[in-house]
């Protein structure tokens, strides 16, 4: 294995080893496509020397100097890309979830065509790889990965890669990460969402448009845009989303405890397929799990934090209590 090591910067003097690997090393091997032009060059020397032809010998030389130059800016292309932050990841199980970082160039040139994998994760597809990244600045990458089973998992290790500009070499850099990725039960269930779990609910719910106002919280991706108080935006505060009491009429209780005859798991992949006809049908809904009440109110954002609750959810301590 060839391998070009990157100078040390301030950000990565103290590289962390982990077997033959270093974070923040750039390591570099020729693609299928790399190692048969390698082949290639070989061969036309030999072939030029066994005749002592030159025009032969040239161009096995002329191959051999395109071969460094493309391992030299193959390996520059990737040198000096950190991981500037891994933004929420979140996918429901046995679909796939999208994963978006933002990786920064911190040397003078531009970069381009450069990619991302997760230690210990199939990759689906990756997006916007071709975008150039500009010197000094910030990129979003975007790739869709094979959802694990249920529950909360460490990305441990990005594998940042780019075999551009020619193609004929692929370098890469391994960087550490704490961020973590929550997976969602399955949406499935037979159950209709009035059976077992059958209690419909009144109460107040936090809707929009009601004259009783009740607080501000922080926006949150997924809520109406109608209700963000965009005077206070204005005046310099941060998003906040406005919080009304409004009687809404009956709801819909989703109860852990009602669902009978199934286990946890197939309880929770029950409660998550409600959660998402409740919210594309509009409705208000609470939840109930051990140890554990939300709502009654409605919309994505709730929809997601009780999602999140369900995925975190541990079914061997509640067997146990039980």
């Known amino acids: 294995m060839s391998s070009l090591k990157s100078k040390p910067s301030k950000s990565t003097a ?12 750039v390591y570099i091997l020729p693609t299928g496509f790399g190692a048969s032009f390698l082949a290639g060059s070989f061969l036309m020397l030999l072939i030029g020397s066994a005749y002592e032809n030159n025009l032969v010998n040239l161009l096995g030389f002329f191959m051999m100097a395109i071969l460094f130059t493309a391992m030299i ?17 979140y996918g429901f199980a046995g679909e796939t979830f999208p994963v978006s970082i933002v990786v920064r160039n911190t040397t003078k040139s531009p970069k381009s065509n450069c990619e991302f994998s997760i ?35 460490h990305l441990k290790r990005f594998t940042l890669s780019t075999s551009a500009p020619f193609g004929l070499f692929r370098a890469w850099q391994i960087r550490p990460s704490d961020a973590v990725a929550v997976v969602y039960p399955r949406r ?7 059976v077992s779990s ?6 107040l719910n936090r ?8 607080q501000h919280r922080a926006y949150q991706a997924g809520d109406n845009l109608r209700r963000v108080d965009w005077q206070a935006y204005a005046r310099g505060r941060s998003l906040m989303t406005k919080e009304y009491d409004e009687p809404t009429g009956e709801g819909l209780h989703f109860d852990f405890h009602r669902l009978h005859a199934i286990d946890n798991e197939a309880k929770l992949e029950q409660l998550s397929k409600w959660i998402d006809l409740a919210i594309n049908r509009g409705q208000s809904f609470s939840i109930s799990i051990p140890g554990k009440k939300m709502g009654p109110d409605q919309g994505l954002a709730f929809a997601h934090r009780a999602w999140q609750e369900l995925a975190k959810f541990d079914s061997r301590a509640d067997r146990d209590s039980a």
């Open 119 to 153: 230690r210990g994760f199939k990759k689906v597809a990756q997006y916007d790889a071709r975008s150039t990244i500009s010197p000094g600045s910030d990129a979003r990458l975007l790739a869709s990965f094979d959802s694990p089973q249920r529950g909360t998992h």
């Open 198 to 203: 059958g209690l419909k609910i009144g109460d």
């Open 14 to 25: 103290s590289l962390i080893r982990d077997g033959w690997t270093r974070f923040g090393r």
């Open 188 to 194: 499935v269930g037979d159950l209709a969402w009035t």
């Open 207 to 214: 809707g929009s448009g009601a004259e009783d106002y009740k």
């Open 73 to 89: 800016a193959t390996h520059n292309n990737i040198n000096g890309v950190e991981i500037a932050r891994v933004e929420s990841v």
